[in-house]
T-cell receptor, first 113, second 109 residues
Framework: GAVVSQHPSRVICKSGTSVKIECRSL??????MFWYRQFPKQSLMLMAT?????????EQGVEKDKFLINHASLTLSTLTVTSAHPEDSSFYIC?????????FGQGTRLTVV | GQSLEQPSEVTAVEGAIVQINCTYQ??????LSWYQQHDGGAPTFLSY????GLEETGRFSSFLSRSDSYGYLLLQELQMKDSASYFC??????????FGQGTELSVKP
């Protein structure tokens, strides 16, 4: 199956700063990747669809200017949380879909202080 | 809208069999998947049903009835390491996954 590497695994940042999270598909060319967010003891909520070479598609209620997604190659998608606030503290996970399943990165635990 | 329902928690003993049910209401259905997630970790794929019926993978089986918008995950010969959260997820167009709220399974000795 596809191997998905996500970096960093943990990050602490100050309120008002920006954080970039990388998601790499190591052995699978991914024209599409997904970004999810998960708060403690809750489900994974789809934030956006990252499309290689074109604009990301955001789910309702997700601010596209706050969560910038770039998918410049078939193996790399990045999520930048801009002007982070404490309420953005969460677990962010990317995934690469195949025809029947999805492979997830290790996740990034973001803490905004 | 889209919604999935599954029990919030289930407790069972080692060696037992447990069934986690999932009902769904979605627009656009391309299959039902199950994922396991341990505390602090990423979800890992367990099973996928694109068509009605039973899929078996080792100790885990999954069932789907599209006419009833219903599926379940069956875990046999439970082990302590099976204690985790289990999510059903509907696969929609383009490979998007819409997740249920998750079922926390506790396996007791």
């Amino acid at each position: 199956g596809a191997v998905v590497s996500q970096h960093p695994s943990r990050v602490i940042c100050k309120s008002g700063t920006s954080v970039k999270i990388e998601c790499r598909s190591l052995d699978f060319q991914a024209t599409t990747m997904f970004w999810y967010r998960q708060f403690p003891k809750q489900s994974l909520m789809l934030m956006a669809t990252s499309n290689e070479g074109s604009k990301a598609t955001y789910e309702q209620g997700v601010e596209k200017d706050k969560f910038l997604i770039n998918h410049a190659s078939l193996t790399l998608s990045t999520l930048t949380v801009t002007s982070a606030h404490p309420e953005d503290s969460s677990f962010y996970i990317c995934s690469v879909p195949t025809s029947t399943e999805a492979f997830f990165g290790q996740g990034t635990r973001l803490t905004v202080v | 809208g889209q919604s999935l329902e599954q029990p919030s928690e289930v407790t069972a003993v080692e060696g037992a069999i447990v069934q986690i049910n999932c009902t769904y209401q979605t627009s656009g259905f391309y299959g039902l998947s199950w994922y396991q997630q341990h505390d602090g970790g990423a979800p890992t794929f367990l099973s996928y049903n694109g068509l009605d019926g039973l899929e078996e993978t080792g100790r885990f089986s999954s069932f789907l009835s599209r006419s009833d918008s219903y599926g379940y995950l069956l875990l046999q010969e439970l082990q302590m390491k099976d204690s985790a959260s289990y999510f059903c997820a509907v696969r929609s167009q383009g490979g998007k996954l819409i997740f249920g709220q998750g079922t926390e399974l506790s396996v007791k000795p």
